[in-house]
């Protein structure tokens, strides 16, 4: 037995390991704000993956320095569990929950296999409304329309809530170079923002910071005191900055959560009504809208309302769930409906019912890799399980390794509330992927190699008499090329005295 | 019964004990158990990490050594999970598809087909924490997964429970995913690593001086976990503890 890992957590063998972070004798629950440095040392954040150009992105380098990170590594992963056990209780309190998921699963089959028709009911609805409706093929074309339409109006000021739709276009970058100033008004995505660092989570986004780590970029940013880091105080510092640039900007932008096309209004669910603030405050509102979330009618809404947030963050209902119409009286709404890469994922026999996803996260919070990895590490819009089936869609040799980046437990699957099969979607992509020859040369040879090795009897039999005799060491036709990477955190299997095999030729040696 | 012993290869390298208890097991319900010779692996390993073509000439190989048997039966969740589920890199020829539809994982057999009420021989007075492998859990359907909301069942349960003097601990989180993943455990090693510290942490938290699984691979990665981090826990399959293992 080797000494103790410089890796492991000094609290990893404490008696209560799930106490969670207390304050005033209660539980802190907000989901951005319960986490505290467990030691006074203070610990960089740690940095996501390193980008390079179109080179597959390696997820699992990213990890590892997030592994190395204790502090970091271990709030993350026990809030992120924490939302997952929310999810359960709520889960346990509703007899019909596992009915609910399938009739959402069925619901989003038949809207994706019927998508034209109810886009188009969508848009003439809206117009009907009053809302200027445009269609973008893509990130290009969503981000010069809307840029169109703020020029149209001389708006120099964007306030907007958070919208994966518009990290995956590259939205804010491209507005920054054509001078006009975006804020993000979600408390979350403006840590982020301010930090220029990517969202780690579609529901938390700045889920991978301690609270310390936030302290010392509005310190950076908005002028709070760097040793500050109580959250009430954090947030209240944020909004006190933030509200005046609100009240000024010319322009407004949400995302969109579902967009119902018996009524052509959309629908965005946040919990700091940020989405109100953006849409309601200056007289023009943009909508993104992806356009898979397009549903056939208001009734079916109350289907997914009943869902995202409980599967989200174990929560009956998000705070505010707003319904966007028509435009106010002197002011403008547009919508713009997005593909991206949609229409092609719609046409992949086995991956199109990735489009069933509803953006809830609970694929995230549960599972054990990304819990451990933080989002930023898959380096994409996308992270976690959700990720590693969408993410290749837009890029195929860039994502390469993602769908790799997963034991298949099948965790994930279990908990999607549209029912989305992402292990064997993740599975899918490995042979897809090995099919395109995206994967390494070297796993290649050894895949080809174990093939062979374990298709002919006496050769591996032959290859286990060799183990039999140096059985110190981990055997390759077991690992394959892994020898030293079995052996880095952990110790090999104690070699028997001799393999079942030859027990069996002893003991019960006549043929059968 | 006429049953076919499959040995998975990592059960015959390391723990031939594993095989022995299974072999031994199923002979005192009084099946006759044959061990093909010429068996090596199910094609998982290749089949896992995307490269299935590579695995046709095994799972070929598979067929002709469990051609024939009334059942096909192996102490290991995760193989007999390709075998049932994946094993699709050769043509489906109604060879096939029998050998398949025939191929049971031990607990699996013992619970549905053979219906065991008693193991009069087995005592194994201590504290066993059960580690259901994600390839039972969600795939075999072993037991309920703590995600879905579905009356509760479990399988390993209602057969340990047979055992005289099994004490059952509970862990925080008894279905979090050990971390060993197949290739997974050797490409993302420190993530896989950690998750495994953090698993055998929780069982020795909740009291467990063993853990038992239907799976050897869980408890090999474990098992390297545990002692490279001291965690002081022993690892027993399931067919040690039901075959009469003591200790």
């Known amino acids: 037995m080797s000494t103790q890992d410089p890796m492991l957590h000094p609290e990893l063998l404490s008696p ?14 907000h989901a951005e704000a319960a986490s505290k440095p467990l030691r006074s040392r203070p610990e960089p954040q740690p940095r996501g993956a390193k980008v390079h150009g179109n080179r597959p992105i390696d997820q699992a380098e990213a990890a590892a320095r997030f592994i190395a990170a204790p502090e970091h590594e271990k ?56 809302v200027h409706v445009h269609w973008a093929k893509d990130a290009t074309d969503h981000n010069r329309i809307v840029h169109g339409i703020l020029a149209d109006h001389g708006a120099k000021s964007l306030i907007k809530s958070k919208s994966m739709l518009t990290e995956e276009c590259g939205f804010r970058p491209y507005m920054a170079s054509v001078g006009i100033e975006v804020i993000e008004t979600d408390l979350g995505e403006r840590i982020q923002q301010l930090d220029n660092e990517d969202p780690s ?41 933030t509200r005046p640039l609100i009240l000024a900007a010319d322009a407004g932008m949400t995302g969109c ?36 979330k397009v549903i056939p009618r208001l009734e079916h809404l109350a289907v997914f309302v009943r869902l995202l947030s409980r599967s989200a963050l174990g929560s009956p209902i998000t705070q505010y769930t707003s319904h966007f119409r028509a435009p106010r009286q002197g002011g403008e709404m547009h919508f713009v409906l997005v593909d991206n890469g949609r229409s092609e994922r719609l046409g992949l026999e086995e991956f199109w019912t990735s489009l069933k996803c509803i953006r809830c ?50 965790s994930c699957s279990n908990v999607c509330p549209v029912k989305i099969n992402i292990h064997e979607q993740i599975y899918a992509w490995r042979r897809a992927l090995v099919e395109r020859h995206e994967t390494p040369l070297a796993k290649r040879a050894a895949m080809k190699a174990a093939g062979e090795l374990l298709s002919r009897p006496a050769a591996y039999r032959a290859a286990i008499a060799a183990a039999d005799i140096a059985l110190a060491h981990l055997p390759r036709f077991v690992i394959y090329n892994g020898l030293n990477a079995w052996g880095r955190h952990r110790e090999v299997p104690h070699p028997p005295k001799q393999t079942f095999h030859s027990w069996y030729e002893a003991n019960r040696g006549e043929k059968p | 019964m006429r049953i076919g012993l499959f040995i998975p290869c990592y059960i015959d390298a390391f723990f031939p004990e594993v095989g022995i ?35 046709a000439a095994t799972e070929a190989l598979f067929v002709r050594n469990f051609s024939g048997f009334d059942y096909v039966v192996a102490p290991s969740g995760s193989c007999v999970h390709h075998v049932r589920d994946n094993f699709d890199a050769i043509e489906q020829t109604p060879e096939v598809k029998e050998v398949r539809s025939r191929t049971y994982e031990l607990v699996e057999f013992l619970h549905d087909i053979q219906k065991v009420e008693a193991f009069p021989w087995a005592r194994f007075p201590h504290r066993v924490g059960l580690h259901n492998s994600c390839g039972t859990l969600r795939r075999l359907k072993h037991a309920t997964p703590s995600e879905l909301h579905e009356p509760f069942y479990s399988k390993p349960v209602d057969l340990l429970s ?86």
């Open chain 1, 16 to 29: 209560a390991p799930n106490e969670g972070i207390m304050r005033d004798g209660r539980r802190l629950d």
């Open chain 1, 257 to 292: 959560n579902f967009a119902v096309a018996e009524t052509g209004g959309v629908t965005v669910c946040t919990n700091e009504g940020n989405a109100d603030l953006s849409a309601n405050v200056p007289k023009l509102h943009i909508a993104s809208i992806g356009i898979e």
């Open chain 1, 361 to 410: 996260g609970a694929c995230m919070n549960t599972c054990p890799v990304y819990r451990r990895s933080g989002g930023l590490s898959y380096g994409a819009t996308y992270s976690g399980p959700i990720g590693l089936i969408i993410d290749p869609t837009f890029n195929a040799r860039k994502y390469s390794n993602l769908p790799f980046a997963s034991t298949l437990n099948g």
């Open chain 2, 162 to 247: 047979k055992v005289e003097g099994l004490q059952f601990v509970t862990p925080a989180r008894p279905d979090e995913c050990c971390g060993f993943g197949g290739t997974f455990s050797v490409f993302e090693e420190v993530v896989s690593t950690k998750m495994g510290y953090d698993k055998v942490s929780d069982h020795f938290r909740a009291g467990a001086e063993y853990i038992v699984s239907a799976d050897s691979s869980c408890l090999m990665h474990q098992q390297g976990c545990a002692e490279r981090i001291g965690v002081p826990i022993k690892f027993i399959h399931i067919a040690q503890i039901l075959n009469g293992a003591s200790a």
């Open chain 1, 201 to 241: 989570h579609v529901v938390v986004p700045a889920v991978h910071k301690l609270r310390t780590d936030v302290a010392e970029v509005f310190s950076r940013t908005i002028g709070t005191d760097p040793a500050n880091s109580d959250v009430h105080y954090l947030a209240e510092a944020q909004r006190e900055a």
């Open chain 1, 75 to 130: 709030m993350h992963d026990e809030r992120l569990w924490d939302l997952r056990q929310k999810r359960d209780r709520e889960m346990h309190d509703m007899e019909e929950w596992e009915e609910l998921r399938a009739l959402a699963s069925g619901i989003k089959e038949h809207t994706l296999t019927h998508l034209d028709e109810y886009l188009e009911q969508f848009e003439a609805n809206a117009v009907a409304n009053g």
């Open chain 2, 21 to 55: 208890a299974t072999l031994e097991l199923l002979e005192r319900f009084g099946h006759q158990v044959v061990y093909p010779r010429d068996q090596t692996c199910c094609g998982q390993p290749m089949a896992n990490s995307g490269f299935n073509a590579d695995c």
